[in-house]
Every structure is written in C-alpha cells, then in structure tokens.
C-alpha cells in the first residue's frame, strides 16, 4: 500500500521559518494537500493541489512538490500555527494521509 | 454544513451506525468520505463514495467490516460499523471531497466512538 512518510515533529522558533516535509513514491506526480489541526478542532486545508492556498490562510502558508517529496512552509512563524500538520494525496479513490507532524512554536 | 452523529460507547464485537447531515450545498454533486483519527495517532481515510453510490473504496484496516452509505434525498451519508474492535477507538469525520486537486475542502466536528468492554 501507498505510505507518506512526514518527520513526527519539527521546532521552529517564533518569525522563523518552518519546513515539514512529506515522502512518497513519486508523489509529485500527485496533488498533495496539507491540513492544520489544532487540539480539540477539526482538520482545516491550508494548502492544496501542491501549492494553492485557500481564501483566508495566511500568505506565510506555502507548499511545493517535486520528485518523492512535497513540502509544506511556514514563513514568520506564529504562535498561532502550533499544531499538527497532515499531507494527503489521493492513490485511486482512497485518501492517504501521512502520519503527521507536530509542529512547535518555541 | 456537515454534523455528525451516532458516536458512543460500544462492546468489542458490537456494532454502531454514523451518520453525517449536510446542508448549505448540493450534497448529491460531491463525494464524501469518512475519516477517523485515532487517540495519541494520526488521520486516517476510511472509506469513499461517489455521488450517486456506485463507487465505493475502503482502507485495508475497515474492509468487510464496515459499510458507506448515502441517501441523496435526505442530505445524509452513513457508516455502518460492524465487529467493532478496541483500536476502532477514535473521533470519527465527514469530508467532503471537493475544489481542485480534490482535497477536502469541508470536514464535520467529528463524533467520538468508543470501542471498550
């Protein structure tokens, strides 16, 4: 079965800029889409079809996918954006999600 | 709009029903799609089915044990849930598959199903 790999967790400082990373057989030749999760809420997309972001997400959100790897980039991290973070790429009909990472504004 | 229900408390070996209202869209033009995320785990695709039903897919992990459903008529899709096992335990999600690239693009608050003896 398809498998996307992402790093458990990842630290970044507050302004700085953070990078999550998703791994999957040649999964550029996917969309991949990412989607924040904050405890207690439900998923919400913050970047889809690699790179596009969605009406009210914040232009510090930006995405990339070539050869096996997408990545999702924070630029000016916030407080705000704590939370887990989820690729997803579609294999036939059946959504596969990576394992997530969570993301740690210190 | 997508709100869930019939999540709850079940035995090993049980069996549930879920069951997802949509309103504020044309239900009948989108596929949907269940999603779980398991407590101290990560998202999980359940199952999918195409607008009118014919086309249904299932993860390994669910497979011949539960069962999508949807009733265009009445805005509503379902999973049937059967020989339900302790790891079944989990907040269960409606999404809806919509937008370019098709990501989910709306996703329900989630209904809780314990699976515990």
């Known amino acids: 079965s398809y498998e996307l790999t992402q790093p458990p967790s990842v630290s970044v400082s507050p302004g700085q800029t953070a990078s999550i990373t998703c791994s999957g057989d040649?999964?550029?030749?996917?969309?991949a889409h990412w989607y924040q999760q904050k405890p207690g809420q439900s998923p919400v997309v913050v970047i889809y079809?690699?790179?596009r972001r969605p009406s009210g997400i914040p232009e510090r959100f930006s995405g990339s996918n070539s050869g096996n790897t997408a990545t999702l980039t924070i630029s000016g991290t916030q407080a705000m954006d704590e939370a887990d973070y989820y690729c997803q790429a579609w294999v036939t009909n059946t959504a596969v999600f990576g394992g997530g990472t969570k993301l740690t504004v210190l | 709009q997508l709100v869930e229900s019939g999540g709850g408390l079940a035995q090993p070996g049980g069996s549930l029903r879920l069951s997802c209202a949509a309103s504020g869209f044309r239900f009948s033009s989108y596929d949907m799609n269940w999603v779980r995320r398991a407590p101290g785990k990560g998202l999980e695709g359940l199952s999918y089915?195409?607008?009118?039903?014919?086309?249904?897919y299932y993860a390994d992990s669910v497979k011949g044990r539960f069962t999508v459903s949807r009733d265009n008529a009445k805005n509503s899709l379902y999973l049937q849930m059967y020989s339900l096992r302790v790891e079944d335990t989990a907040v269960y999600y409606c999404?809806?598959?919509?937008?370019?690239?098709?990501?989910?693009?709306?996703w329900g608050h989630g209904t809780l199903v314990t699976v515990s003896s």
């Open positions: 999404a809806r598959r919509g937008g370019s690239g098709y990501y989910f693009d709306y």
């Open positions: 040649k999964l550029g030749d996917k969309y």
């Open positions: 079809q690699d790179e």
């Open positions: 089915i195409s607008t009118g039903g014919s086309t249904i």
